[in-house]
């Protein structure tokens, strides 16, 4: 099992890892440090949801965080990722059901993903991770946590999350033997407001015209780099990133772009060359909704209440509309001239409402594309029919401008 | 119905569309609880909708922009799964003159979340109160609503029992109807209309013998599938759907001081739906329940793109056979075509249940 991942991670890192300066191969390196750690014997493994659960907590604890998800997304940019949805399929998982869950699902039928110590995940973003979650904790036997978020923020909401969160801490206390240690939390609270702060800095250079960063590699890292909140990895890399955008800008190496877009939800993560094929057609993707920073500042003295306060802060909790707060705004200090929902076909909670973001965005004269492409299964996808589409929106934001 | 209750009612309709909301508080704001039963066009809704949004949740988008729930002075959202909270979104934007209530429902049941619920429904009875003048929540008023729901399930208990009854009983098209007509009733009149027409089914007996399929599915608000097992051959002894055994399930504790808190306990522990977490308890009760009705089979029927049940699907059928009870998967399009390729399906079930039985 573990040496199958190395070769899966060593194909997919090769090409990164050989440019060792650069912030990617460093978030690589670390990304892969992390994966692996899980996969050694003694330690303890909490899968867990990046992208809604508040991850400061699992860094207050000696435990590896593992996300199925992510680690499925890491398969299906492989070979194995098809193999590992067949093997689901095999037992009955429909084609409707999400290719990353077909995935997940497939590489723990095959042993492939390490054994968890606890299953943790949140009622948000969609109902099929959790969904997901339970039915690998029955597979495995152990027991898993649902973080139900609520859709608003109260003085309820915040204190009933709250209450999950410190059950939750309990739990990572009874498996790794060791109760949680307050000030330890604080450091990872104090670690995670600090890279907060050089998140924003990122968001600003994003707003430079050609833009020094963006694309498939933003958003990457704009969801696999949450696995790191509340560490000083995350503080490390921002800076890094930081520091490779200020050279970048400095010798104005960025590329021509003629139109710039917001990017809703996900990306392809097998070879599909979505964003090779924008950038033939200079057209840049300078911000991503996940990469927003959505919360406030986290109240150190207060973690549990403050990590509560952020989860319900993600614009993916709630309704729709959340999505798009602050857009006009964004809009004209990111200079977009449109923006693009990619569609993966199973994402009720993402796509469903896509035309409330075509209307609201039309109301601030954006242009919007449904782009419906799966996210990690690559059977049926067609690089011209993808082509097609883009290069029609593209002539749209042409006539737009 | 109680003159309390009579003097109460407004005439005003409250639209809901999921078995999580509490009847109970729209009854006792002395409005009429009314379950949306859309017409079945799924299509019309795809240029608001994703295409590949639940076709249930898409008709009754569609059926807000006909305007065919015009007449509710509101409907009520549950967060009952992506699709229906994507719907509230949607509806809030494009449909017109019919304002949509959004009910937060908890996925799990711990004293945690059985007191958030109670707060999100105190909301929501405050919110019926701003929208209907008129309209006042009061403690008494729930326990009245409480108890007319709690006969209306004990009432329905009982007619689920004759429709497992073995020597004679009642057909699953008989009590799909009922459910229906529970579904669009004012539960006071309901329990009136259950009265008679059990008194009358008990003098029923009918000859049994055909093989006994317990239905477990999602939505299901057009007999077809009901009609083709009974056509066959089969006798569907237990509806276990979202207007069935699991609407109807446990009653509502009574003449507590806290009513609210009553009603949120048993919503969130009635027999579950696959929003849910507890996979392995859905098991159980499905298998207590088709041995309760000595059921030979089960017909696990969902409509399309209902994510929560096709996840618990492959699951459910490795653990159903595993107690020797044979499941059959089905998926429908809610306007339920291609009955002719179900039709082939269940007969091949209904017959390999049947070579079992003599085996």
Redesign the interface.
Known sequence: MYRTMLKTMEEMTASVLDQKESPGAMYINEWAKLFLKAYEPGRKVVYTSVYAFPMELLAAFDVVPFDFEVAGAMMSSTDKGVEMMKTAEDRGYAMDVCSFHRCSLGASFSDCFPVPDLLLTTSYYCDQKAKTNELLSLFHDREAFLLYAPWEITKESVRYVERQLRQISDKLGEITGEPLDENRLREAVRSSNRARKSHLELLEMLKHSPVPWGGGDLIAFSINGLMFNGTEVKEKLNEAYLRRLEKNMERGKARPEKHRLYWFAWFPVYDAGLFDTLREMEVSVPLCETFRVFWDEIDEDRPFEGLALKCLQNPFIGPVQRRMRGLSRIAEEYNLDGAVLFATPACRHANAAHRVLKDTLAEEGLPFLLLDMDISDPRGFSREQMKVRLEAFTEVLDRHV | MTETMKAKEVGQTVAYACSYVPEEIILAAGLRPERMIPEPRPSRAD????P???YY?KSLLASGLAGAEAGAGAVVFA?S???M??????W???VKGVPGF?L?V???KDP??V??FA??LKRFAGELQEAFPGARVTDEGLQEAIETCNEVRLLMGEVFRLQRDPVGGLSGRSVLELCLEGARSHPAEFAARLKGFISDSEQEQLADGARRIVVTANVIHRPHLIALVEDLGGRVVALDACVGVRHFDRPVESNTPDPILALAERYLAKASC??M?G??ERFQRLKRLANECGADGIIYSTV??C??H??????M??TCEDSGLPLL?LENDYEWTGMEQMKTRVEAFLGMIGERGTA
């Not at chain 2, 096709?310 to 699951?315: F, G, Q, V």
């Open positions: 240029a608001y909708m994703h590949n949004t639940c949740v967060n799964c992506d699709g909270r994507r719907l509230h979104d949607v809030k934007e494009y959004f937060d908890p996925k799990k945690d979340s007191e958030f707060h999100e696959p929003r977490e996979i392995e399309k793109f994510d929560l096709l996840y618990e699907a492959p699951l059928r490795i998967f």
